[in-house]
Nanobody, 121 residues
C-alpha cells in the first residue's frame, strides 16, 4: 500500500523559513519523480515543483529562487525547503508521486494528506 506522509507544517512570520518532509512507503521510492503541490483556501491545487530520480529539480512560479526540493533515497524521503515566505504562500502543502523517473510527461499517481503552512504578515 502506497503511503505519502507529509510533516513540518508550521505558522511563521513573513520572511521566515519552513522545511517540509515527506516520508514514502509501499513503492520503490528511488525510481519515481516526486512533486510538491499546494492549495490555498478557495483556490485550485497548484504545482510547486518536482525532483527527478537523478536529483534534477524544477520549480514553478513564485517558488523559483525561494524554494528548494531535495530527496534522500536511502530514507525514502522528499523535502521542500521554503525561504523568504510570504503571506500568499499560506496553503496546504502536499507531496505526490509521479509515474516515472522524470516528472516531465509523467502522471500523478499518489498524494499525501498534506501539511499546513501559514504565513502571517
Amino acid at each position: 500500500q502506497v503511503q505519502l506522509v507529509e510533516s513540518g507544517g508550521a505558522s511563521v512570520q513573513s520572511g521566515g523559513s519552513v522545511k517540509l518532509s515527506c516520508v514514502a512507503s509501499g513503492f520503490t521510492f528511488s525510481t519515481h519523480c516526486m512533486g510538491w503541490f499546494r492549495q490555498a483556501p478557495g483556490k485550485a491545487r497548484e504545482v510547486v515543483g518536482g525532483i527527478d530520480t537523478d536529483g534534477s529539480t524544477n520549480y514553478v512560479g513564485s517558488a523559483v529562487g525561494r524554494f528548494t526540493i531535495s530527496r534522500d533515497n536511502a530514507k525514502n524521503m522528499a523535502f521542500l525547503q521554503m525561504n523568504s515566505l510570504k503571506p500568499e504562500d499560506t496553503a496546504m502543502y502536499y507531496c505526490a508521486r509521479y509515474s516515472g523517473a522524470r516528472c516531465d510527461g509523467a502522471s500523478l499517481v499518489n498524494w499525501g494528506q498534506g501539511t499546513q503552512v501559514t504565513v502571517s504578515s
